[in-house]
Nanobody, 126 residues
Framework: QVQLVESGGGLVQAGGSLRLSCATS????????MGWFRQAPGKEREFVAG????????YYTDSVKGRITISRDNAKNTVYLQMNSLKPEDTAVYYC???????????????????WGQGTQVTVSS
């Protein structure tokens, strides 16, 4: 079992920044990959960014490249999502997820992730 708790969401103006955190517990943190997903009202959940077990591999969806950075602190069992230059279309509930079976890199399909946090709301006003 892995428990995931997100924090850091909120309301921000367009162009602003937020840093999301996802604290984990339950299994050795550096044994699994992590991902961030988001879901806007009326839309499907989509992959945002992912990071490999070691932190050496990172992958981003095209719409966030250059604006959002994923990182992990294996000593603190925490993964982060630094979001800069936020746009109204970034508004969504953001979820972190754990992929216990990822071989080496990062996988983007939500169905491959084993555990999910409760989500944190990010709202970007124009």
């Amino acid at each position: 079992q892995v428990q995931l708790v997100e924090s850091g969401g909120g309301l921000v103006q367009a162009g602003g920044s937020l840093r999301l955190s996802c604290a984990t517990s339950g299994r050795t943190f550096n044994s699994y990959a992590m991902g961030w997903f988001r879901q806007a009202p009326g839309k499907e959940r989509e992959f945002v960014a992912g990071i490999s077990r070691s932190g050496g591999g990172k992958y981003y969806t095209d719409s966030v490249k250059g604006r959002i950075t994923i990182s992990r602190d294996n000593a603190k069992n925490t993964v982060y999502l630094q979001m800069n230059s936020l746009k109204p279309e970034d508004t969504a509930v953001y979820y972190c997820a754990a992929d216990l079976s990822s071989p080496v890199g990062v996988r983007v399909a939500a169905g491959l992730y084993d555990y999910w946090g409760q989500g944190t709301q990010v709202t970007v006003s124009s």
